[in-house]
């Protein structure tokens, strides 16, 4: 009797970036930091009409979540992104892209990530930010 020949197993699928930092809880942390920031900032505050910064946590945080790989909740309950549509009534200029990256900077610290995951994060940040700067 002949050896039984074995197809090639599947290979097993690999993490989303939204698993490998922690999921939910790490973007839920992530977001509530960076607002914490933002809620005594005074030159970002104004920029959310809000009095209570939570729909607006909680908009970034599904935003990123789905980003990242999570649920497709954003998309969901607000469409699509249209991420510089959305801003656009805001002026944005560099001193506001500055602090919103100062923030985010240290919600992102806070989180010690291992640097091969904090990096692709930071590095989205920070070109989204720079993205949707729209005043000179």
């Known amino acids: 009797m002949g050896a039984v020949s074995r197809a090639p197993s599947p290979a097993q699928p690999t993490e989303s970036f939204f698993e490998a930092v922690g999921g939910e809880e790490t973007f839920r942390r992530l977001v509530a930091r960076f607002y914490e920031g933002v809620a005594n900032d005074p030159l970002l505050r104004p920029l959310y009409p809000e009095e209570d910064l939570s729909g607006a946590e909680e908009r970034l945080r599904l935003f990123l979540i789905q980003y990242w790989g999570g649920p497709s909740t954003y998309s969901q309950r607000r469409g ?20 919103w990256l100062a923030h985010m900077r240290a919600a992102l610290d806070s989180l010690e990530l291992p640097e091969h995951l904090a990096q692709p994060l930071w590095g989205y940040l920070f070109s989204a930010a720079h993205s949707l700067q729209n005043r000179p």
Do not use: Q
């Not at 510089?84 to 500055?98: K, L, N, Q, T, Y």
């Open 80 to 99: 699509h992104p249209r991420l510089r549509m959305r801003h656009m009534p805001f002026a944005i200029g560099p001193a506001e892209r500055d602090a």
